[in-house]
């Protein structure tokens, strides 16, 4: 594994500039995240596969070739090591993102939404690995919440079940992604940044497992519960049945089509609410250094 980065630092994930947005966004993304780290007192360490050699701290060079190839698949932790194996590259998600964050020493990454418990988990079985990752790595993942074509309630009780902590920055609600808050509630509510990473830093330490802190997007960017289950059926009918069941394709094809269909609004929001978990996290990981 290749290591390039300096403490406090900020995981980022390649899965979600690779597939999470659109080709267009994702290096102007990339940087806007970068730059909003380090003005928060972080590093930002992007993770990912590059020719079958795991990175935490791709250069701007390493990502831009990856963004470019247009191909690479994403990988979470079961065939991570394939990859490694097989000498290709790979965007990462926040399972394998979260396992190399761990072996590097870096324990906060900010991402956008997690991967969950899919609608029809009773039909056939789709949970992210995402929830498994969660329960074995001692890493803050600062996301908001699940995403909204996830089942966010199953979601909430499994991680429950896996006993990973979740805990609200400023709200009492796991947020839905584009939505501020779902019906399911956190743990409990922090208001105070800094307390947030007193009780992070222990409860790493302490448990050896990781930690979902749930940041809602700001208030001006969000979108409205009603609307977003509309935009949600649409997008489902357009994928068709091989995305409403899922599969590692599901999340990028529907994200694509809730895009096309919001007229844009969707990734506003999307965009909006990485940069304001990058913020976060950068500030988390700067109070956990002792800043
Ligand atoms: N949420 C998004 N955009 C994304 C993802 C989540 O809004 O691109 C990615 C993350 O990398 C997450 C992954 O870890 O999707 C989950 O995929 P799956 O359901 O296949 O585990
Ligand atoms: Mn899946």
């Known amino acids: 594994m290749i290591r390039r980065v300096e403490e406090p630092a900020v995981a980022l994930e390649t899965t979600l500039l690779m597939h999470g947005v659109p080709a267009a966004e994702a290096m102007p993304l990339a940087r806007d995240l970068a730059r909003i780290v380090r003005e928060g007192g972080a590093s930002p360490a992007v993770v990912g596969v590059v020719r079958g050699e795991a990175v935490v701290g791709m250069t701007d060079a390493e990502l831009e070739w990856m963004l470019g190839e247009g191909a690479v698949p994403k990988v979470n932790t079961s065939n991570l090591g394939l990859m490694l194996h097989r000498k290709r590259s790979a965007a990462t998600t926040v399972s394998a993102t979260m396992e190399l964050a761990a072996s590097a020493g870096v324990r906060v990454f900010a991402t956008g939404g997690i991967g969950g418990v899919h609608r029809g988990f009773g039909?056939?079985?789709?949970?992210?690995?995402d929830l498994a990752a969660l329960a074995r790595f001692p890493v803050a993942v600062v996301a908001s919440g699940v995403k909204s074509l996830l089942d966010?309630?199953?979601?909430?009780?499994?991680?429950?079940?896996?006993?990973?902590?979740?805990?609200?920055?400023?709200?009492?609600?796991?947020?839905?992604?584009?939505?501020?808050?779902?019906?399911?509630?956190?743990?409990?509510?922090?208001?105070?940044?800094?307390?947030?990473?007193?009780?992070?830093?222990?409860?790493?330490?302490?448990?050896?497992?990781?930690?979902?802190?749930?940041?809602?997007?700001?208030?001006?960017?969000?979108?409205?519960a009603e609307r977003m289950e509309r935009w949600l059926e649409l997008a489902e009918a357009r994928v068709g049945e091989a995305g409403r069941l899922g599969g590692r394709d599901a999340t990028p094809s529907i994200l694509a089509a809730l895009h096309e269909l919001s007229g844009g609004q969707t990734l506003r929001t999307n965009?909006?609410?990485?940069?304001?978990?990058?913020?976060?996290?950068?500030?988390?990981?700067?109070?956990?250094?002792?800043?």
């Open 123 to 129: 039909e056939r079985w789709d949970v992210s690995a």
């Open 152 to 224: 966010v309630e199953s979601t909430r009780e499994m991680l429950e079940t896996l006993g990973v902590p979740v805990v609200g920055f400023r709200t009492d609600w796991i947020p839905a992604f584009y939505v501020r808050r779902s019906g399911a509630r956190v743990d409990a509510r922090f208001d105070d940044a800094r307390e947030l990473a007193g009780f992070v830093a222990a409860e790493l330490r302490r448990s050896g497992r990781g930690v979902l802190v749930a940041n809602p997007v700001e208030e001006s960017e969000a979108i409205d």
């Open 271 to 291: 965009l909006a609410l990485v940069r304001g978990n990058a913020a976060l996290a950068a500030e988390l990981a700067r109070h956990m250094h002792g800043g």
